[in-house]
């Protein structure tokens, strides 16, 4: 038995959920978001929860599938409710971004800046120049937008230079001796 699976998706006031067969959808105070749940699991609606279960304990995808389709579903129900936000910082001489329309454009020590489009759904903030605050409602997109702008230049280990998350430590190597 799945520990995760086993609990149900508690709904909170304001959240309105429909259920059509396996498809998903969680209408709430900051959107609306949709899971399409796989043939093998079945969700259901009891009072205010949803209860995601195997169709057929015998079969071990089913098994396999089941807490992350919850874990999907409770995604949907909190990214509606509170959203979800990732916060990346810039270390180095020089490194800034500034937000221009719908357009980041970062200058990290290359020979021009690199401009990264903001995808549909997604809002950002640029504070002192060093700090981009990524928020949305899908947990998915919002970490994809962030791994993405941090892949333009990952932390290097020596000075630790680079797009880090706000809460990523850097493990730190020691340089040349001579």
Do not use: C
């Amino acid at each position: 038995m799945s520990r995760i699976g086993k609990l149900p998706v508690e709904i909170p006031a304001g959240v309105t959920i429909t259920l059509n067969g396996q498809d998903l959808m969680v209408k709430g105070p900051k959107g609306e978001l949709t899971l399409r749940a796989h043939d093998e699991v079945q969700l259901k609606q009891e009072e205010n929860n949803i209860v995601v279960s195997p169709r057929s304990p015998n079969s071990q995808f089913g098994r396999a599938i089941w807490a992350t389709t919850r874990a999907l579903t409770q995604n949907l129900v909190t990214g509606v409710t509170e959203g979800y936000k990732k916060i990346l910082e810039l270390k180095g001489v020089g490194y800034r971004a500034n937000l221009q329309g719908n357009k980041l454009v970062l200058a990290l020590g290359f020979s021009h800046d690199v401009e990264f489009m903001v995808p549909q759904g997604i809002s950002m903030e640029v504070d002192k120049q060093t700090t981009i605050t990524i928020s949305g409602i899908d947990k998915q997109l919002v970490g994809e937008t962030a791994a993405k702008i941090r892949k333009f230049r990952p932390p290097e280990p020596y000075k630790g230079k680079g797009v880090k998350y706000a809460d990523e430590r850097i493990i730190r190597k020691e340089g040349k001796k001579k």
